[in-house]
């Protein structure tokens, strides 16, 4: 089954270029890239979101949040719903939010918690830094409390480990 996977994946990405390439040939206008990419980015969440529902498999419960915070958030951006800034903050938000929802969505993986909240306190503390809500160097005072919630987690992780 996974080889036929394969060959499918394979095959539809060189029709794809073949399309392109055809299309570039024919003088057709393509879409610029920066119009398309959270479009792709929303197909691949909704992808892994079918892997989900359609086949019972919670493995893809990160990728599909990920994936469709990613997609949601540039495409408010493309259509200035949201105000333009520097991006990379977004990223330890989705993260941050598909290891919250893997815990969620498969509860055996909930040591992915903590790690997911920090990422995701991080990078809303990033984005608000990003609109001058609030200084990131403010944060340096109490980056130790970053130490403690690891180690919480891990003294939790043991103690259930233990039960």
């Known amino acids: ?6 060959s499918l994946v394979g095959g539809l990405i060189l029709v794809f270029i073949g399309l392109i390439m055809l299309a570039e040939r024919l003088n057709v206008r ?4 920066e119009d398309v990419y959270p479009y792709g980015f929303l197909l691949l969440g909704l992808a892994s979101a079918y892997r989900i529902r359609g086949r019972g498999h919670r493995d893809g419960v990160f990728g ?13 951006r493309q259509y ?5 800034f520097h991006s990379w903050p977004v990223f330890p938000i989705a993260v941050g939010l598909g290891l919250m929802a893997q815990c969620i969505f498969v509860p055996k993986q909930w040591g992915v918690l903590i790690p997911g909240a920090v990422l995701l306190l991080f990078g809303v503390a990033l984005l608000f830094e990003e609109f001058d809500y609030w200084y990131f160097y403010d944060l340096a005072k109490y980056w130790p409390i970053i130490l403690i919630a690891f180690g919480a987690g891990i003294l939790l992780n043991a103690r259930r480990q233990r039960a």
């Open 1 to 6: 089954m996974r080889e036929r996977r394969g």
């Open 64 to 76: 599909a949040v990920f994936f469709l915070s990613l997609g949601a958030f540039f495409l408010l």
């Open 80 to 84: 200035d719903v949201i105000p333009y």
């Open 30 to 33: 393509l879409p610029a890239w």
